[in-house]
């Protein structure tokens, strides 16, 4: 038996990058997949025929998940079609980097709205429905600076030390109805976000990690399918860091 066979999961976020490789681990272990994006492109459409191949039902959403009402409507959307949610991912992320003193209102904003409001906004929703199941993994993606902080992210590292926050207090507000909470902070992944960046500053990240390497977003969907699995049954409130050992 596959480990999340029949099981619905609704992940943040999920047309591309580590969402994407979470959607496509979960479905491969049976998992049905409800995910949001901004707008599900043909870039989105493309993500949901692949999830589909697996064998479970598929279905991307376009949803602001910084907006509270639209959340709420999605996550009844996803109810309606699926009929439950096991598993929560709440992956959807944007960066706007800068220092302390020459960041703008709106890049402080921006940042926490759709990655730390957006957690708030879907734990909300969904809440209830794993309440009623009387089961349930909630699951946060924070980053190894929302632990240790990074110069020239403040915002993001605030989000994600938010995150990390909001996993724990769920642990405890929730454990007694059998929902579980657990956060993830991955360190240097190679995704579009990364992309960006020059040969040479890639070099310089690798240097500081004892597995001398990047991580992929396959790495982080490994750690992800324990979370949402009966494999991590007693694992609640904790960080695991996804980060080739760059912060013990």
């Known amino acids: 038996m596959k480990l999340l066979e029949g099981k619905v999961a609704l992940i943040t976020g999920a047309a591309r990058g580590i969402g994407k490789a979470i959607a496509l681990k979960y479905a491969s272990e049976g998992c049905n ?27 991307g959403y376009a949803s602001n998940a910084a907006d509270f009402e639209a959340t709420h409507s999605v996550v009844a959307e996803v109810v309606k079609d699926f009929g439950r949610i096991d598993i929560l991912v709440n992956n959807a992320g944007i960066t ?13 904003d921006a940042v926490i709205g759709v990655n730390l409001k957006s957690a708030f906004n879907f734990v909300h929703a969904v809440t209830p429905v794993m309440m009623r199941q009387r089961t349930g993994s909630i699951i946060n993606m924070a980053s190894v600076v929302g632990v240790h ?20 207090s769920i642990a405890q507000e929730l454990g007694s109805r059998g929902i579980r909470a657990n956060a993830i902070a991955p360190g240097f992944i190679i995704t579009d976000m990364t992309a960006g960046l020059s040969e040479e500053v890639k070099a310089e990240w690798c240097k500081k990690i004892p597995l001398r390497r990047g991580g992929t977003p396959e790495d982080v ?3 992800a399918t324990f979370l949402a699995s009966d494999m991590s049954s007693y694992v609640s409130g904790q960080v695991i860091q996804v980060d080739g050992g760059m912060n013990m």
């Open 33 to 59: 997949v409800a995910f949001t994006d901004l707008v599900i492109d043909e870039n989105g459409k493309k993500t949901e025929e692949e999830i589909a191949a697996f064998g479970v039902k598929a279905k």
């Open 96 to 108: 706007k980097d800068g220092l302390m003193m020459r960041m703008t209102e709106g890049q402080w």
């Open 149 to 168: 902080g990074n110069a020239g992210q403040c915002n993001y590292s605030a989000s994600k030390a938010g995150m990390i926050g909001l996993a724990k």
């Open 221 to 223: 969907a490994n750690i």
